[in-house]
Nanobody, 117 residues
Framework: VQLQASGGGLVQAGGSLRLSCAAS???????????MGWYRQAPGKQRELVAD???????NYADSVKGRFTISRDNAKKMVYLQMNSLAPEDTAAYYC?????????WGQGTQVTVSS
């Protein structure tokens, strides 16, 4: 597994969670120059982009999470984070991290986020 996601769990509406994604040593050399993203997939729905961050630190967010979620990266630690605030039941999904560089992509396993009302 090249990307290891963690930090999911059960939280009440209005709460917060911080997801982390750690890159394995096999992709250390390309991590800093890759675009990293968080995606999510709810049961019966297609996987969708939540947020991504380029190697230069430019960020992009889905409209549904703007102002609530923040993506960040630590190139020295080869980590990507997703801070999720003001969580709502519609944020319930499996969350996946993804790395993309020059057409190469790698996906981590999902971490489940469940928001109760």
């Amino acid at each position: 597994v090249q990307l290891q996601a963690s930090g999911g769990g059960l939280v009440q509406a209005g709460g917060s969670l911080r997801l982390s994604c750690a890159a394995s040593r096999t992709i250390f050399s390309i991590f800093s120059s890759a675009t990293m993203g968080w995606y999510r997939q709810a049961p019966g729905k297609q996987r969708e982009l939540v947020a991504d961050i380029t190697s230069g630190g430019n960020t992009n967010y889905a409209d549904s999470v703007k102002g609530r979620f923040t993506i960040s990266r630590d190139n020295a630690k080869k980590m990507v984070y997703l801070q999720m605030n003001s969580l709502a039941p519609e944020d319930t999904a499996a969350y996946y991290c993804r790395m993309e560089r020059l057409g190469y992509e790698s996906w981590g396993q999902g971490t489940q986020v469940t928001v109760s009302s």
